[in-house]
């Protein structure tokens, strides 16, 4: 069951995450976007909306950089034991306030009846799936706090997850020693990849997509002069 989990699942979980997206975007394409329900009870979804996009994409980008870096990168600069303790800080940060906005947008869907009847059942699924696997993230901080002064686990996550993305499926041996809360995360966080498209989430491809507009090159319009009647001025009939 570990090397299923471990060295199988992530690579059929990133399969259909990547060719699951691409055929959702060719056959359906009036399907990709996250269904709005501003109308309804907007001061909630504000708040709500606002803490859960910061908290993730923090939480992601701060997953992504932190653990696929070497240790050699960010060596010189920073021991391990002060890298982790600034992801305890800065995760535990993003992770509650991303808590706090998830929670408002499942209680938001689930106890207005109004919201309650234009939900599909896989945003309501979504919603708690990612719900479970914030607890399970600030779950992990008081483990990762105790190990603050070698930062062993960490190192062995990054080095497992730095084995897989350069295809050496063997480090899924590392994983011997790590705690179970880090190990459900991992295996629900593939999960979550495994039904990205087939849920509203394919919407955060064109999150990412839009920042090609900044590097787009201006579209050149030129004005064309109609030979429009001057009102004032009508042509004359011939005689």
Known sequence: MNDFLFTVYPYLCGAVFLMGSLARFDRDQYT????????LRRGQ???????????ILFLFFGHLFGLMTPHWVYEPFISAPHKQMLAVISGGIAGSACFIGITLLLHRRLFDPRIRLTSHRTDLAILFILWIQLCLGLLTL?????????????????????GMATFRPDSAALLATVAWPFKVHMVLGMTIF??????RLV???????????????YQIVRSRRLNL??????PQRAR
């Open 142 to 162: 008081p483990f990762s706090f105790a190990q603050r002064a070698d930062a062993h686990e960490m190192l062995i996550l990054a080095a497992y997850l730095q």
């Open 32 to 39: 990709w976007k996250s269904d709005s329900s501003q109308l």
């Open 229 to 234: 009647p001057d009102p004032h001025n009508p």
């Open 194 to 199: 495994l039904l990205f498209p087939f849920s």
């Open 203 to 217: 919407h955060v491809w064109s999150g990412f997509g839009s920042v090609a507009y900044l590097f787009r090159p």
């Open 45 to 55: 979804l504000r708040w709500g909306s606002n803490l859960f996009h910061v908290g």
